[in-house]
Nanobody, 121 residues
């Protein structure tokens, strides 16, 4: 299994970005996919996750009304639409795979390489 995250960049406060995660491997359809962020010097934090059905989702409270996670089985892609971005959203964002819908990083077994998001004030 390989996960490739992309779409990060520099954006102003209030702006939007869409992150993408390309997943290879035939088991993509049966796994939960999640997004996490990690700011410099801090622990990795849960952002959002989505079950294989594409409908059941889990969000961190800090992003619930601003970010939307989605997946496209035909393309093997997972997306994170980020709106109303704040400077505190600045971090490296990772996509990852899990067998359960959870915000616990330890429950995710494969991770992408990360994409950097910087929100300027």
């Amino acid at each position: 299994v390989q996960l490739q995250a992309s779409g990060g960049g520099l954006v102003q406060t209030g702006g939007s970005l869409r992150l993408s995660c390309a997943a290879s491997g035939r088991t993509f359809d049966t796994y939960v996919m999640g997004w996490f962020l990690q700011a410099p010097g801090k622990e990795r934090e849960f952002v959002a996750a989505i079950k294989w059905d594409g409908k059941t989702k889990l969000y961190a409270d800090s992003v619930r009304d601003r970010f939307t996670i989605s997946r496209d089985h035909a393309k093997g892609m997972v997306y994170l639409q980020m709106n109303s971005l704040k400077p505190e959203d600045s971090a490296v964002y990772y996509c990852a795979r899990s067998r359960t819908l959870t915000g616990q990083p330890i429950r995710y077994d494969y991770w992408g390489q990360g994409t950097l998001v910087t929100v300027s004030s």
